[in-house]
């Protein structure tokens, strides 16, 4: 059965930081790549950043291009998401997912998804 479990969100204020955890399990790890979306209460679910399967290759969206970093440790099963220099628009559920596609920004390519944990960003 495949596990995709977020941790490390909380409140914080406007400038400070947060490291997002994603540990997997039940699936070839290696084979995914690995995504981080977001949900704001309103509005609709948006892609934040992912990381390739094979390469490294990392995206982000414009909006958390520069504050944020994607990282992967395929020995541990775990993807991370480091957030600076956060603001009150970053305040969301953020969601981890796993993909075989390669259409990595599109929430409907992803095959799993985790249950979420909420980020707080207080101005």
């Excluded at 981080?36 to 490294?56: C, M, N, T």
Aim: aromatic residues 12%; proline residues 2%; contains cysteine.
């Amino acid at each position: 059965q495949v596990q995709l479990v977020e941790s490390g969100g909380g409140l914080v204020q406007a400038g400070g930081s947060l490291r997002l955890s994603c540990a997997a399990s039940g699936l070839t790890f290696r084979l995914y790549t690995m995504g981080w979306f977001r949900q704001a209460p309103g509005k609709e679910r948006e892609f934040v950043a992912a990381i390739s399967r094979s390469d490294g290759s990392t995206w982000y969206t414009d909006s958390v291009q520069g504050r944020s970093t994607i990282s992967r440790d395929n020995a541990k099963n775990m993807v991370y998401l480091q957030m600076n220099s956060l603001k009150p628009e970053d305040t969301a559920v953020y969601y981890c997912a796993a993909t075989i596609s390669t259409h990595y920004n599109y929430g409907s390519s992803y095959n799993y998804w985790g249950q979420g944990t909420q980020v707080t960003v207080s101005s």
